[in-house]
């Protein structure tokens, strides 16, 4: 199967951009040939290159809604189609999915749609946005196939019901084993809790500071990992609780990989999520996870078996959920064992590339 997937942004390592990676090193490893197109190179694309997955850009592809510019990134995603003959096309995310089902259609080439988090609704509240679900019911209508990542997600789009049933299909995301191998064990004290999330209004980072900071009489740090337009914000809450010989905000180019293998517990205080690949990193590196349980988080983590949840926004919940993991290093160890097993059986690279081609071969036929 000759299949290209097309994504906005190369310059940044999000969660739709790892998924891509992920996906087109499994699919490759199936025997099927991928080439991935995109925008601006950066950080993606030389990832991509890497793992010898081939990649074009099509500059006129930004992320900010410019007609001029989508208008042409309209029609050079048709040329380079015409020139590439896929199979099958893989728009993600919104704007890619709407310009790239367009190109697709108009070329008479299948297309398969992954939205990675409906942007039709708020992130925070939930609520429908009018105008993309309008921009929305007109794309649907353009593809054969969409794909969401968790149960969640797909509980969205079904409340969304612009779609007819038989187009919607969910395969869970999935990472790849990794070579690096664990510095300082799970159990070991005083404990690195991590968290990797944008500084951005779906996630919490204020929740998790107020927790920490009714724990200063125990031993712990915190990294944090990430960029985004509210970093300023954080670093200034980190002062103001008097945290800044406990909490670190790292570069953003912090290889997150190496630092879970070093760390003691993920934890992840968030609005908003799908199925986030930094919580599949956390239990692939055997750590104990603490998350809000919002969107399709406990798809993941099995409260009490994996991992904590707690609920949104609730600060006394989740120094509790903190506390318990901190002073127990042997429950540290035994929930981190069962997500990394979990991981293993569920949300592997390998497992999510097979259950796409299955959904790939329905998208070629067109049947249900």
């Keep these: 199967m000759k299949i290209v997937h097309v994504l906005i942004q190369g310059d940044i390592l999000g969660g739709a951009q790892r998924h891509v990676r992920e996906l087109s090193v499994g699919l490759r490893s199936l025997g099927h040939d991928v ?7 950066g ?26 510019f989508d208008l042409a990134a309209f029609v050079q995603l048709c040329w380079t189609l015409r020139q590439l003959k896929p199979d099958l096309v893989c ?3 919104v704007k890619a999915g709407s310009l790239a089902r367009a190109a697709g259609g108009l070329q008479h080439i299948p297309s398969v749609f992954t939205p990675h988090g409906w942007s039709t609704f708020d992130r925070t509240s939930l609520e429908p946005n009018s105008f993309l679900c309008w921009a929305e019911c007109l794309a649907g209508h353009l593809g054969t196939r969409i794909i969401n990542l968790c149960e969640f997600e797909q509980a969205l789009a079904q409340q969304f019901g612009a779609f007819p049933p038989k187009m919607l299909e969910m395969v869970h995301n999935g990472i790849s084993e990794t070579t690096l191998t ?4 799970v159990d070991a004290q005083p404990p690195v809790l991590v968290m990797v999330a944008r500084f951005a209004p779906e996630e919490d980072h204020e929740t998790l500071l107020r927790a920490l900071s009714g724990l200063l009489s125990m031993e712990w740090c915190l990294l944090l990992v990430g960029e985004g337009k509210l970093q300023r914000r954080v670093a200034a809450q980190i002062d103001a609780l008097g945290l800044d010989g406990r909490v670190r905000i790292l570069p953003a180019g912090t290889d997150a990989g190496v630092l879970l293998m070093e760390a003691q517990i993920f934890v992840l205080s968030t609005h908003f999520e799908a199925l986030p690949i930094s919580i ?5 590196a055997g750590l104990p996870v603490v998350a809000t349980n919002v969107g399709g988080i406990s798809e993941s983590v099995q409260n009490e078996e994996t991992g904590l949840l707690v609920r949104r926004g609730d600060v006394a919940g989740l120094r509790d959920a903190l506390a318990r993991v901190i002073a127990d290093p042997a429950f540290r160890l035994t929930l981190g064992s069962a997500g990394r097993r979990l991981w293993g059986t569920q949300f592997t690279s390998s497992t999510m590339a097979a259950r796409t081609v299955e959904v790939y071969k329905r998208a070629l036929v067109g049947g249900a």
């Design 91 to 93: 728009a993600h995310t």
């Design 43 to 68: 950080i993606f694309t030389d990832q991509l290159r890497q793992v010898r997955v081939p990649w074009l850009q099509v500059s006129s592809l930004v992320r900010q809604l410019r007609p001029h």
């Design 280 to 284: 599949l990193e956390a239990m692939r």
């Design 182 to 185: 664990r510095g300082r064990s």
């Design 35 to 41: 080439t991935v197109i995109t925008g601006a190179p």
